[in-house]
Each structure stands twice: as C-alpha cells, then as structure tokens.
C-alpha cells in the first residue's frame, strides 16, 4: 500500500487508507467516492488527488482524470505531479477539440481543454505556431469558450496583435470571453516619471541575468534603461534566443534596452501614451540595430487597450483585475504577475463580420 503522508488530518488519512485499499482490491468506483470525500476534506491533498486520478483512469473517465491532473498541477509543483499531467492531459488533448485557447501561452502550458499558440517549441508544444499578421486559430467558427492572452501581446508588433483579436472574436462562441493581461504600463509610466526605483527591483522584473550584458553596449544600470525597456527591449544574434533559453553572455551579447542618452528618455516619459513610447523606441532599435530580436516591442495605456479592442469588434466588460480573477479563477495562471498586470474582460460586440 502506498505510504499516507503523515500531515494529513485523521479523518482525511482514514478516507485515503480506505481509498487505497479498495483501489488496490479493484473497486475503482468505492475508491474514488472515498477519494473524493478527503479532497472536500483538503481541496490540494497531494495523495488524495493522485489517488483520484487513479481511480478515475481505472474507471476510463480520462476527462474528468485530466481534469484532477490540471487541480494537481495547479497546487503541487513536482516532477511526478508535472509527469503525470502531462501524460494524462496530452492524451485528452489530442482525442477532444478544444474549448478554450491561450495566445502566447508559453512552453509549458499544456492544460484540459486549451489550445496553445505558442513560438517556442517543447514536450507541451511539439508543432509550435508562430504568431503574425496572417495568424489563424485553428479552430471552427463559435466554437471556443475563452480567448487568454497574459503577458504575450507586449512582445507582438501591431498587426500581429490586431490579426489576433480579429480572430479571437471569429472563434468566440456567443457566450465566449476574451481575457487579457498586459503590464500595467500606466503604473510603470507613472513610476518611471515619479524617479520610483523601488517599482523596477530585480525581483519584480528579473533584469537579474540579462544586466550583466548592458555594459557591452556602455549602458548604465538606471531607471531611465529599467523602466523603458518594459516599454521595449530587444537582444542581438550574439546573446542567443531568450525565450529558448539559448543564451551566450559573451563580450559581444546584449540584452536590454534601447541605448537612447538621457534627453530622450526625459522627452519620452513626460509622453502620456505608453504606445507612442514603445513606437519611439522600436524606431530607434530598428534604425540603430537591423538584426534586433525584440523582447518587449509594444504597450498600450488602459484607454488605449480598450480603444483597440472596441476596433477589433469587442465590447469591454470589465478591467476590475480582482473581479476577473474571482470570475476567471478557473483559467490557469489568472493571478500570475496580478500586481504588475492590467486585466482586460470582454466580449464580441454584436454579430460577426
């Protein structure tokens, strides 16, 4: 019998043991009900979800498997849960056409039901798909649930991301929603003009590892170079590819932001549009660096997001981020980087095109 970790409650332990014993006499059916008691028990009990999983892969329930695995992934970061879920929930994937699809999802994303646009390629994303003005969700007409976005639309030049909405919209069923997060580049202007250091700590924005390339270039480490390069940032073919984590910090490598002196910065961050910024500075990189890899290359005010997504045929719902992660709360990931993020709930306006 396999070991019961020995912090569970009694009464939680008890419906384990049980569970165990008759999953291992093969009654699948007695084991996931008594499975399912310690989860209502403890909702992230390591044991008690893997348990269910069993029992609901004995029984051939491989969606509702697949679903424990995604709950599993979401509370237990380890090798055997990352495994197991990957197993299970590619399995699932692959015989169910999808009902929710996240856009720029990265790598790693691999969840019950979704479908992921993403570049890079990996276990989780064996045909990577390359995001671009003639993108096009591979999925029929009104058939999806939910459109995510988090943190992706920053790295995608305008076309791409006007290419995406449209989609997003075409794909949407009549009760589908898009979600988007950005940075808050409202919040990173302000703390840009208020001289707020503190707000681009290391921690925060990880400038940790790609710092060290800034004084190839005689970029100093200020606020000027930290705050402009989340409005845009790029790497050249010396540094590798950072979102393959391909990277070479030679003497020639450099990942950071646009090498503009001081009065350019003053004049961009006195700027009331975070679009206009991150265009100035895409301009400069494009006419200074032609083989520039972009990181950041985009931004958008809350206005002006909001103004790009009634153009593309959405209507906005809410920007309450605390209200759409209560409501959203079962889209993975809904609540990463929340403190840093401005949250974007939509829905088609009116009838197709």
């Avoid at 995510?148 to 997003?168: G, I, K, N, P, Q």
Wanted: charged fraction near 20%.
């Amino acid at each position: 019998m396999a070991q019961i970790h020995s912090d569970h409650s009694p009464e939680c332990a008890a419906l384990i043991e049980t569970a165990q014993s008759q999953i291992n006499q093969g009654n699948a059916l007695k084991a996931l009900a008594h499975f399912q008691l310690a989860t209502e028990l403890e909702p992230t009990n390591l044991d008690a979800l893997i348990g269910k999983v069993r029992a609901l892969l004995r029984l051939g329930d491989v969606q509702q498997a697949a679903r424990t695995c995604d709950q599993l992934r979401q509370a237990h970061e380890t090798p055997l849960v990352w495994a197991l879920h990957e197993v299970i929930t590619t399995q699932f994937n692959a015989q169910t056409p999808p009902r929710h699809v996240n856009i720029g999802g990265g790598p790693f994303f691999n969840f019950t039901s979704w479908l992921n646009l993403e570049s890079v390629p990996s276990p989780s994303n064996p045909i990577p798909t390359a995001l671009s003005g003639e993108t096009t969700i591979p999925v029929d007409d009104g058939s999806i649930a939910t459109v995510f976005s988090s943190h992706s639309f920053e790295h995608l030049d305008d076309e791409t991301v006007e290419r995406c909405l449209r989609d997003a919209r075409r794909v949407l069923d009549k009760e589908g929603v898009l979600v988007i997060k950005l940075p808050n580049f409202d919040d990173i202007l302000n703390a840009w003009r208020n001289n707020d250091l503190g707000y681009f700590a290391d921690t925060t924005w990880n400038y940790t590892t790609i710092r060290q390339t800034w004084n190839h270039k005689g970029v100093e480490d200020t606020i000027d170079s930290r705050a402009s390069m989340i409005f845009c940032g790029y790497w050249n073919t010396e540094y590798g590819d950072h979102f393959a984590h391909q990277l070479n910090f030679g003497p020639d490598a450099y990942h950071g932001p646009a090498t503009c002196d001081s009065a350019t910065f003053a004049e961009l961050k006195a700027s009331s549009s975070p679009w206009a910024i991150a265009k100035s500075l895409r301009t400069f990189v494009e006419s200074s660096e032609p083989e520039a890899i972009f990181n950041h290359r985009n931004a958008w005010s809350r206005d002006e997001f909001n103004a790009l997504l009634e153009k593309t045929g959405f209507r906005v719902l809410s920007t309450d981020a605390k209200r759409i992660c209560t409501h959203q709360s079962d889209i993975p990931g809904i609540e990463t980087m929340a403190d840093t993020s401005t949250y974007f709930l939509a829905a088609a306006n009116g009838e197709r095109a």
